[in-house]
Structure formats: C-alpha cells, structure tokens
C-alpha cells in the first residue's frame, strides 16, 4: 500500500515520541514506511503499523529495547576504546610522561614555587575543555539542532568527555565536606559549635547527594527528549555543572591556595599526602582529556561520525 | 535472529557475509534478503538485526553512509576493510563449528 503524507507524518510522530535516537529513529521510520509500501492495499493503515509494529519490532517496548540494546552496543565499544587510550599513559613509553607530569604539578605547589597563576589556567581548561571538544566536534559532523533527535554516539562521546568534571566535581565537593567538617568539629569545643558543625557536615553531604541525583536525573532526561538539544552544548554546560565547579574551585584558591601555610612542604608529610592525591586527580583529568581526543580522532578514521 | 535459537549466534556472521555478496545493504533490504535466501525458513528480527548492525559498525567493521529517499534517510551499510577481513574469520569460525558438529552428532556431511 502507498501511505498518504498526512499517514506518513502521523507514522513520524509517533516515532518521534517513542524513539530516544536519531539513529534509530531513521532506521525505523525507513524501515516500517517500506514494510508499509511492500504491504497488500487491502487493509487500513493503523492496522498495517500495528502489525509491523507487533511482528517485526515486538511493539512499543520492542523499539524499547532495540533502542536500549544499540545504546549499550556502541557504548561497549567506545568505553572499551577510551580505557585503552587511558591505560597507555601508565605503560612505556607513555608512563614516564605521566610520571613526569606528576612530579611537575607537585613542584608547582611547593612554598618556593612562584606558579604565576598557571594552575588555576591548567585547572579552567579541563573544566572548559570537554565542552570545547564536543562543541568542536558537533561543528565538523556538522550537526543541526533544532529538530533533530540526539545521536547515540553523541551521547556516549558527551559522556566520556564529561567523566573528568564529574571526577574533579565528586572530589571538590568531598573536599569541601571535609574541610567544613573539621573546621566545624575540631575547631569548636562548645557543645552548640559541635552541633552545629555535625549538622552542616550532613548538610553538605544531604546537598552533595542531591546535587549528584539532580545532575543525573536531568542528564537522563535530557537526551532521550531531544529537548536539550535545541540549547547549545556550549550554554548548556556552563550554566550547569561547570559553573559550579568553577565557582567551587575559585573559593577554594581564594581561601586556601594562596597562604604560604597551606602549600605543599617537604616537612609536613599529612599535607604532602593531600597534595599528592590533588596532584593525582588533576594528572587523571588531563589523561582523561588526552584519552577524549584520542576517542574523538579514531571516531573519525572509522567513521564512526554520524551521518 | 530467527525461531531457530541455534542460529542467534550467527547472526553478525550473516550480515558480514551479506555484505561481502551484496557491497551495500540497507536494515529492511537484509531482513528481506534473508528471507528471500532461506525461503522464509529464517526470519530475522528486526530487534536483534539493528543492534547488531550498529555493534558491527562501532568495532569498526562496517561504515555507513546516508540517502535521502523519498524525503526520508536510508541508511546504507557496507563493510570496512577490518570488516572484509572478518568476514573470513567469522566464516571459517562457522564452518569449523559445523564440522564439530557434525563429528559429535555423527550427523552425515552435507551434499554438496
């Protein structure tokens, strides 16, 4: 049968509603519009979807599923390819720049040390730098937002991209907790102060819970609607998380960073432990940068882009 | 992939081979192929074909390219050259498998 355009945008509709990726999305509508058209004229167009729908698809949850189940394909291989990438930087010949670039960010901290701001420019662009590479990114494939529905690829790839903010995010707002915590309970010997202070800290905590579900939840809800996509990656992540990381981190430099008594110091072994773990979290994010843009090159040699 | 379970495990060995006959495919044009192929004995499941097509094309054994047909994108599957050469492997894979078999179910070899 040969469906009319008002059968043919009531077919996109509801695959629009129902399907999360573009992929998917054109391979089903291509798919069900020629099952249609190689199906006898007999019938009424409704029943025809149906019957597709139920017998090639196994209905509504069967596109469900067969969405869920191509997501978890192409996240498979892309996850699998980025911990490789991750895992050359602590094997020769790559583990000596590692090391090298531990050993670097370490001395920067020591009292002696003047860094001229570099650590704080360092730590801004592994904030600012997964957004600049997936936007780059979107740019080259060329990408339109506006109707379009989100690509699995593009999802998998924010995804990893993002791993290093959510890192640095999870460990600033720990710091944070910790810091309150024993300004708060240390520091105060009154039995008020000390209730107080146990209170803010599960406050802080019950906040950094919230914060981590908000982000998850929206995060999910977000693709699957499409809706996200008609804001720019770029507006998009600085006025979420980024900015509150960047927020975060600037209180942080202002309060501490800059007192001689808080800098790494070869004579006190608890703050070089401290300062050894900062230098590790900030070696990770730049591996974890390095491992995107390797992520994104080989995308592009096995075309792997979206079309 | 089909009311056969026995054949589930064949079904990325299938599209590669389809492919390597047939240069591009489209996902509706490979279901019918295999119906067409089988005389409608092996039916695959749309719900098996895509995301197997889409693991294929993340490991980098097939690329695809896009058409607009009658106002709508058909997508295009054809094997890379790391897809050309699993191809092979797959098909040896599957003929040793039916060799085993054969010898464990002491079942007749196939007339050629």
């Not at chain 2, 098996?48 to 709508?72: C, M, S």
Request: hydrophobic fraction near 45%.
């Amino acid at each position: 049968m040969t469906p009319t355009a008002e059968q043919k945008q009531w077919l996109k509709d509801y695959l629009r509603k129902v399907m999360m990726y573009r992929e998917t999305y054109e391979e089903v509508y291509d798919h069900m519009l020629l099952a249609i058209e190689n199906h006898p004229e007999q019938q009424y167009f409704a029943t025809v979807v149906l019957d597709i729908l139920e017998k090639d698809f196994g209905g509504n949850n069967g596109l469900l599923v067969l969405e869920e189940n191509c997501r978890r394909a192409v996240e498979a291989t892309a996850q699998a390819r980025f911990r490789n990438n991750f895992k050359r930087w602590f094997v020769p010949p790559l583990v000596i720049v590692t090391a090298a670039m531990f050993i670097g960010l370490f001395y920067l901290q020591l009292p002696n040390v003047k860094t001229g701001g570099a650590l704080l420019l360092l730590f801004v662009l592994l904030v600012i730098l997964p957004t600049i590479i997936c936007s780059v990114r979107a740019a080259q494939l060329g990408y339109k937002y506006g109707e379009n529905k989100t690509s699995i690829k593009d999802e998998v790839f924010r995804r990893l991209a993002f791993t290093s903010d959510h890192v640095l995010l999870k460990f600033l707002v720990t710091s944070q907790i910790a810091q309150q915590a024993t300004k708060y309970l240390f520091m105060l010997n009154d039995t008020i102060g000390m209730t107080v202070g146990i209170l803010l800290t599960f406050l802080l905590v019950w906040f950094a819970i919230r914060r981590f579900k908000l982000n998850h939840k929206y995060g999910k809800d977000k693709t699957p609607q499409g809706d996200g996509l008609r804001r720019t990656p770029f507006l998009w992540n600085l006025i979420s998380m980024r900015l509150f990381i960047v927020l975060v981190a600037s209180d942080l430099i202002t309060r501490y960073g800059f007192k001689q008594e808080h800098w790494a110091t070869e004579k006190f072994i608890p703050v070089n432990i401290i300062y050894g773990i900062a230098t590790g979290v900030l070696v990770l994010m730049i591996i974890n940068v390095f491992a995107v843009i390797e992520l994104y090159r080989s995308e592009f040699k096995t075309n792997m882009i979206i079309n | 992939m089909s009311t056969n379970p026995l054949l589930k495990g064949t079904l990325q060995t299938v599209i590669l081979k389809l492919l390597e006959d047939h240069t591009e495919m489209y996902g509706y044009e490979i279901t019918q192929k295999v119906k067409e192929i089988s005389a409608g004995d092996v039916l695959l499941t749309e719900g098996a074909l895509y995301p197997a097509l889409h693991k294929l094309e993340a490991d980098g054994f097939l690329e695809t390219f896009t058409q607009i047909v009658d106002n709508r994108v058909r997508k295009y599957y054809r094997l890379t050259e790391q897809g050309g050469k699993e191809v092979t492997n797959k098909v040896t894979e599957a003929e040793a498998f039916i060799d085993q078999l054969q010898t464990l179910l002491s079942l007749k070899p196939a007339v050629k």
